[in-house]
C-alpha cells in the first residue's frame, strides 16, 4: 500500500498542471508503472484535448510493456463518451492489468461504471488509496458536481491588528499589506481559478486589474457587483482584454467583453450571486472583496476555504477584517507573511 500512495502522490502532483485549463473536466493526474518504475506519465489536457489516462499511456515508449504495468489515476477512468473516448476503454484495449485508483467519480455518468467496466474486463482494481488527499485535489470537480454550485474562496490580507484597509487613502491603488511573494502566490491562485469577484467599493478604491501578472495562466472572469452602474467604464475591470460580469440592479445591454446580469438587491445578494455564476458555469471563483463583501458569504455560510494573509505591518485606524461567526479548521503557512487557511467543514 505504501508504494501505491508513492504514485498516487506523484499523480496529484501531475494533476495541478491542468488547473485552471481543463474545466470543466477535473484535472486528473495518471502515471504508469512498470517494475516499480515510472515509464509513463500525464495530466489533463485543456478542455477537448486528451486526458490523463491517454496522455500517460501515449507517453510510454515500449506499449507492449503495458501488458505487465500497472496505471495510477487520481480519479476513476471516465465510461462514457464526452469529448473524447472512455479512458476505462483504452486501459482494457491496451490490456494493462492493474489499475489503482485515488477516489470514485460521484458524476452520475461515470460513478462507479469505469470500475465495473474496467473489473468486467479482469482488470485488478484497487480504489481508496490516499482518497481524501485525491477528494481534496479534485475539491472544485466535486463542489460543481455535488452542491450545484462553484467552489467559493475567500481571500483578503489584514494587518496584525486585524485592518483589511487604512481609513484614508491617498491613491486610487490598493495599499499592500502582504509581501512581494505572497502578491505572486495570488496571480498564480488566480490562474487557477475560473473566476475572481469584487464589489463597488473595492474597484472605486483600489481600481484593481483582477488578472494574472505575476504568474504565467489564464486570466479569472472578473465578477463585479456594481448595483447602481455608478462606476466608470476606464475602470481597470473593465479592459477589453478579459470578461467581466457585472451584477447590478438595471437592465443594459452586454458588449463583447461586459455582461450585465440583472438580480434583485432586495433577496439574498450572496444566493442571487451564485445563481449568476450558475448560469455561466462557473466552476471555481475567488471572493476578493472587500469586508462587507466577504461578511456576506461567511455569514450565509456559503464558502469553502478562506486564505488569509497576515502581515507585518499595522494600521493605527481603519477596516476591520471579516469575522468567522463559528470556530473552523485552520492550516498555517509561513511565507514572511503568515497565511492562515480556514476550512469551512
Keep these: 500500500m505504501l ?25 486528473v493526474g495518471a502515471v504508469v508503472v512498470y517494475d516499480n518504475k515510472i515509464i509513463g506519465e500525464g495530466f489533463t489536457s485543456p478542455y477537448g484535448g486528451p486526458h490523463a489516462e491517454v496522455n500517460a499511456i501515449n507517453s510510454v515508449k515500449n506499449q507492449e510493456l503495458l501488458q505487465k504495468a500497472t496505471i495510477y489515476v487520481t480519479l476513476e477512468p471516465c465510461s462514457h463518451h464526452g469529448k473524447t473516448p472512455p479512458c476505462a476503454d483504452l486501459i482494457v484495449a491496451k490490456k494493462i492489468p492493474n489499475v489503482v485508483v485515488g477516489c470514485i467519480d460521484t458524476n452520475s455518468l461515470v460513478s ?16 481508496g488509496v490516499l ?41 486610487l491603488k ?12 495570488v496571480h498564480k491562485w488566480r490562474s487557477q481559478e ?18 494574472v501578472r505575476k504568474w504565467k495562466g489564464n486570466n479569472p472572469i472578473r465578477v463585479v457587483i456594481d448595483r447602481y452602474l455608478k462606476l466608470p467604464l476606464n475602470s481597470n475591470v473593465f479592459s477589453k482584454d478579459q470578461q467581466t460580469i457585472v451584477i447590478c440592479e438595471k437592465n443594459k445591454s452586454s458588449s463583447s467583453n461586459i455582461i450585465y446580469e440583472y438580480v434583485d438587491f432586495s433577496q439574498n445578494l450572496v444566493y442571487e450571486v451564485v445563481e449568476v455564476l450558475n448560469k455561466h458555469k462557473i466552476q471555481s471563483i475567488i471572493i476578493e472583496g472587500g469586508t462587507k463583501t466577504l461578511q456576506q458569504f461567511i455569514d450565509n455560510n456559503l464558502w469553502d476555504e478562506a486564505r488569509v494573509f497576515v502581515g507585518e505591518g499595522e494600521f493605527n485606524e481603519g477596516t476591520k477584517g471579516p469575522e468567522f461567526k463559528r470556530s473552523v479548521a485552520k492550516e498555517k503557512r509561513n511565507i514572511n507573511d503568515i497565511i492562515r487557511i480556514y476550512k469551512n467543514d
Excluded: M
Design 3 to 27: 508504494t501505491h500512495e508513492k504514485y498516487i502522490r506523484r499523480c496529484i502532483q501531475l494533476g495541478k498542471n491542468g488547473l485552471g485549463t481543463c474545466r470543466p473536466n477535473p484535472s
Design 112 to 127: 462507479g461504471k469505469g470500475i465495473k467496466r474496467l473489473e468486467k474486463a479482469g482488470c485488478n482494481v484497487t480504489v
Design 131 to 171: 482518497e481524501e488527499e485525491c477528494f481534496e485535489h479534485h475539491k472544485r470537480f466535486f463542489t460543481v458536481q455535488n452542491k450545484q454550485r462553484p467552489y467559493i474562496i475567500l481571500k483578503w490580507a489584514e494587518t496584525k491588528n486585524g485592518f483589511i484597509a487604512p481609513l484614508v487613502k491617498k491613491e
Design 174 to 185: 490598493p495599499v499592500w499589506i502582504s509581501n512581494q511573494y505572497s502578491q505572486q502566490l
Design 194 to 211: 475560473h473566476a475572481i469577484l469584487v464589489g463597488t467599493n473595492t474597484v472605486r478604491l483600489d481600481n484593481p486589474s483582477l488578472n
